[in-house]
């Protein structure tokens, strides 16, 4: 199905231990970003890509690491859990061109539980 | 520091009436403001995206507008139906800077009592 899909959708794990959030989109999306959701702050970039091979941080990227290997997948990592992480994540894409006037499109979260 | 501003946090009317609220973003670094529909359990959808003082758009019973010498966007919803109970998200991008970031305020929850 087309879209933007993550998974797992659900995940417990425990502090210390390395985690992968995988997003996958069907559109060919230039742009794709990792956000978090917490209480209290609005959406806070972790990191994106512009392009296949190409990322940058964004607000949060401590603690996490990114690639993109191919423009359809944008795995996140928690090389060390900590319980700072849990959180919801939510990955987005959106094509490329103009300065970021056009609209993201979001998977439906990865809830993350860090014990 | 840029900050996005969102009022109220949040909102509970009566289906039909007709409601607004208010996001409030740095008017001396605006490029472009985006609105954001996110619904509970499901992911946040795009409604609007503004860049030019005094835009108005709509979608249906959904209209937004912008005022970016004052910095702020005003969302109406009219005659207030429950399906519209939603969290109501603005996102701004700075010209200055990487433009590729948004800066999301905390959105406004409205709920719609049938």
């Known amino acids: 199905d087309a879209g933007i899909t993550q998974s797992p959708r659900y995940k417990i794990t425990e502090t210390g231990r390395q985690v992968t959030l995988m997003c996958h989109q069907t559109w060919s999306h230039s742009y794709m970003f990792w956000y978090r959701q917490d209480l209290g702050h609005g959406l806070r970039l972790i990191y994106y890509s512009a392009a296949a091979d190409i990322t940058d941080k964004g607000e949060v990227p401590d603690g996490y690491v990114v690639s993109r290997s191919k423009t359809e997948n944008f795995p996140l990592t928690l090389e060390s859990a900590t319980r700072s992480q849990t959180s919801v994540y939510f990955c987005a894409s959106r094509t490329s061109g103009g300065r970021n006037t056009g609209e993201l499109f979001f998977g439906e979260g990865s809830r993350l539980t860090v014990l | ?114």
């Open chain 2, 1 to 114: 520091i840029l900050n996005v501003e969102q009022s109220p946090q949040s909102l509970h009317v009566q289906e039909g009436d007709s409601t607004n609220f208010t996001c409030s973003f740095p008017s001396s670094n605006f490029y472009a403001l985006h609105w954001y529909r996110w619904e509970t359990a499901k992911s946040p959808e795009a409604l609007f995206v503004m860049t030019l003082n005094g835009d108005e758009k709509k979608k249906g019973r959904i209209s937004a507008t912008l005022n970016t010498k004052e910095g702020y966007s005003y969302l109406y919803i009219k005659g207030s139906q429950p399906e519209d109970s939603a969290t109501y998200l603005c996102a701004f991008t700075p010209r200055a800077g990487n433009n590729r970031k948004l800066i999301w305020g905390l959105g406004t929850s409205l709920a719609v009592n049938p």
